[in-house]
């Protein structure tokens, strides 16, 4: 069993700043990547940002530049630094987990953690 463990979220103004941690555990064998996915009110779920195995990084265009990715391999953990936030970042941020198995890749979520920035 895999379970996802994010922390971080919280009310911050605009122009402030938060840092996203997603702690992954259980039986994991292939990572094929990690990342952070959002859902604001009455839209669809949408890529933030995310890190493969190997390091390379994407990014939704609206982040590029205020948010970074990062991941440490040896916790099996993804972070995201979220910088210059602004109010329609305000969504509920699902940490994802995309890994190889026998039968195709899988995707685990978490239970998503609410980033409100508002004055």
């Known amino acids: 069993q895999v379970q996802l463990v994010e922390s971080g979220g919280g009310l911050v103004q605009p122009g402030g700043s938060l840092r996203l941690s997603c702690a992954a555990s259980?039986?994991?064998?292939?990572?094929?990547?990690m990342g952070w996915y959002r859902q604001a009110p009455g839209k669809q779920r949408e890529l933030v940002a995310t890190?493969?195995?190997?390091?390379?990084?994407n990014y939704a265009d609206s982040e590029k530049g205020r948010f970074t990715i990062s991941r440490d391999y040896a916790k099996n953990t993804v972070y995201l630094q979220m910088n210059s936030l602004k109010p329609e970042d305000t969504a509920v941020y699902y940490c994802?987990?995309?890994?190889?198995?026998?039968?195709?890749?899988?995707?685990?979520w978490g239970q998503g953690t609410q980033v409100t920035v508002s004055s």
């Open positions: 890190i493969t195995s190997g390091g390379n990084t």
């Open positions: 994802n987990l995309a890994i190889a198995t026998m039968g195709g890749p899988y995707d685990y």
């Open positions: 259980g039986s994991i064998f292939s990572i094929n990547a």
